[in-house]
């Protein structure tokens, strides 16, 4: 696994994993109430009332702090050492109080920084969590109360707190490599499988391409509208998210299906008659509405080859792509001329893509327009053809198409016939 993809899995599993501290929060402070049930029951007699409510109080604060920050800045590396040092501090809330002895709690915390597979994090936040213990331990062991024991056996503050000091490093410690051997073997396996689904895409990505270049071919298009049309889809994708639009449906991992689904759009032109794709005059109606039959054979020719494959969200994208790719914002387009949101997102990010390489591209009956002019294009198009919000992205991500342009520029111009 290279650099660049290993990074980017990490990335992926942090927002997971400090959404789950998320969670894990909010659990803990809806559950702390029930410590004053224990404390009426007489199951904490030790605790105060007070106590309690202050707990209860900072565990609130502390999980509406966390959320916050996931929300803000989910990505920063700060996020995940706030939810571990809170996490430290409810630990140490307990262990301190007379009410409980739950010193194995220490382990948990070092157990939950494994979660984000970073073996110097996890060393770090170890090192914080034992300093910790043994602190709450020195003031357990100054307020202890020694009534508990039987009247011939006499304890000193500074005998239990050496005592339950080493007694506890000796079962954090161990607790402490057990989990990070454990967690070691389990990321190890997991990488392993992830490099190997990658391998996976990444042919199944190529046997995409290849078979989307054979139907482009009959097209007169090139290989490198391919290439130009999925980056094109990612690269919106992308900004509508940044944008505010549609971020929980456009996650890292559909953006990806996205991308790798594109070429398949037009997949349903192997049906359609070479001599009607390849005519440069005016096309007649019947020929049109030979053309606009395409989406449907997309999306038969999807469904009967794909049947096989496990990954249902993919299937479905790219059915969805092939099938409406032609639908129009304004409910202009066809085959089933809806409207808006009737239109599948992931074709209305294709139907975008599609339209803006188609002005960029040169064909038998036009010339490749200027980027400058084909955005202005686009922008017309705001509220009709295509969503507006989608029009904005496009016109928001000039730099990015033009490093597409130049990473895939036309293998030769197509004669261009005027009538």
């Given at each position: 696994?290279?650099?660049?993809t290993?990074?980017?899995?990490?990335?992926?599993n942090?927002?997971?994993?400090?959404s789950?501290?998320?969670?894990?929060?909010?659990?803990?402070t809806?559950?702390?109430?029930m410590?004053?049930i224990g404390?009426?029951?007489?199951?904490f007699?030790?605790?105060s009332?007070?106590?309690?409510?202050?707990?209860?109080?900072?565990?609130?604060l502390?999980?509406?702090?966390?959320?916050i920050?996931?929300?803000?800045?989910?990505?920063?590396?700060?996020?995940?050492?706030m939810?571990?040092?809170?996490?430290?501090i409810?630990?140490i809330?307990?262990?301190?109080?007379r009410?409980?002895?739950?010193?194995i709690?220490?382990?948990i915390?070092?157990l939950?920084?494994c979660?984000?597979?970073n073996?110097?994090?996890?060393?770090?936040?170890?090192?914080?969590?034992?300093a910790?213990?043994?602190?709450?331990?020195v003031l357990?062991?100054?307020?202890?109360?020694?009534?508990?024991?039987?009247?011939?056996?006499?304890?000193?503050?500074?005998?239990?707190?050496?005592?339950?000091?080493?007694?506890?490093s000796?079962?954090?410690?161990?607790?402490?490599?057990i989990?990070?051997?454990?967690?070691?073997?389990?990321?190890n396996?997991?990488?392993?499988?992830?490099?190997?689904?990658r391998k996976?895409?990444s042919?199944?990505?190529?046997?995409?391409?290849?078979?989307?270049?054979?139907?482009?071919?009959?097209?007169?298009?090139?290989g490198?509208?391919?290439k130009?049309v999925?980056?094109y889809?990612?690269?919106i994708?992308?900004?509508?998210?940044?944008?505010g639009?549609?971020?929980?449906?456009?996650?890292d991992?559909?953006?990806i299906l996205?991308?790798?689904?594109?070429?398949?759009?037009?997949?349903?032109?192997?049906?359609?008659?070479?001599?009607?794709?390849?005519?440069?005059?005016?096309?007649?109606w019947q020929?049109?509405?030979i053309?606009?039959?395409?989406?449907?054979?997309?999306?038969?020719?999807?469904?009967?080859?794909?049947?096989s494959?496990?990954?249902?969200?993919?299937?479905q994208?790219?059915?969805?792509m092939a099938?409406?790719?032609h639908?129009?914002?304004?409910?202009?387009?066809?085959?089933?001329?809806?409207?808006e949101?009737?239109?599948?997102?992931?074709?209305?990010?294709?139907?975008a893509?599609d339209?803006?390489?188609?002005?960029?591209?040169?064909?038998?009956y036009?010339?490749a327009?200027?980027?400058?002019?084909?955005l202005?294009?686009?922008?017309?198009?705001?509220?009709?053809?295509l969503?507006?919000?989608?029009?904005?992205?496009?016109?928001?991500s000039?730099?990015e198409?033009?490093d597409?342009?130049?990473?895939?520029?036309?293998?030769?111009?197509?004669?261009?016939?005027?009538?």
């Amino acid at each position: 696994m290279n650099d660049t993809t290993m990074e980017q899995f990490l990335l992926e599993n942090e927002e997971k994993t400090n959404s789950v501290m998320q969670r894990i929060f909010w659990f803990c402070t809806l559950a702390f109430p029930m410590f004053f049930i224990g404390k009426f029951l007489q199951i904490f007699p030790h605790m105060s009332y007070f106590n309690l409510s202050v707990y209860t109080c900072i565990m609130l604060l502390m999980a509406t702090a966390f959320t916050i920050a996931t929300k803000k800045s989910n990505e920063k590396p700060f996020v995940k050492y706030m939810g571990m040092i809170f996490g430290e501090i409810i630990v140490i809330i307990l262990t301190i109080n007379r009410g409980f002895s739950p010193f194995i709690a220490y382990v948990i915390i070092p157990l939950a920084s494994c979660l984000y597979f970073n073996v110097r994090f996890s060393y770090i936040i170890s090192a914080v969590c034992y300093a910790a213990m043994m602190v709450s331990l020195v003031l357990r062991g100054l307020d202890f109360d020694f009534s508990c024991y039987t009247s011939d056996i006499v304890f000193s503050s500074g005998e239990w707190i050496r005592a339950y000091c080493l007694g506890c490093s000796i079962e954090f410690l161990c607790s402490f490599f057990i989990i990070r051997r454990l967690t070691k073997i389990a990321q190890n396996f997991m990488f392993s499988v992830y490099e190997r689904n990658r391998k996976l895409m990444s042919i199944q990505s190529g046997l995409i391409s290849a078979f989307a270049n054979l139907v482009e071919s009959k097209d007169h298009t090139t290989g490198k509208h391919v290439k130009r049309v999925s980056s094109y889809v990612s690269i919106i994708a992308r900004r509508l998210r940044q944008n505010g639009f549609y971020a929980e449906e456009l996650s890292d991992h559909v953006i990806i299906l996205l991308e790798t689904a594109a070429p398949l759009h037009d997949v349903g032109k192997i049906a359609i008659p070479d001599a009607i794709l390849s005519k440069t005059g005016k096309l007649t109606w019947q020929e049109y509405s030979i053309i606009q039959n395409h989406p449907f054979e997309g999306a038969r020719i999807i469904k009967e080859n794909t049947q096989s494959l496990e990954d249902t969200e993919f299937v479905q994208i790219a059915h969805d792509m092939a099938l409406f790719h032609h639908e129009h914002w304004d409910g202009t387009g066809y085959p089933f001329r809806l409207v808006e949101d009737e239109i599948p997102l992931a074709a209305r990010i294709m139907t975008a893509a599609d339209i803006l390489d188609a002005l960029l591209s040169s064909r038998s009956y036009k010339r490749a327009y200027p980027l400058e002019e084909s955005l202005d294009v686009v922008r017309d198009l705001s509220g009709t053809c295509l969503e507006p919000c989608i029009v904005d992205a496009i016109l928001d991500s000039s730099e990015e198409i033009k490093d597409v342009l130049q990473r895939f520029p036309e293998d030769k111009e197509i004669p261009f016939v005027q009538y």
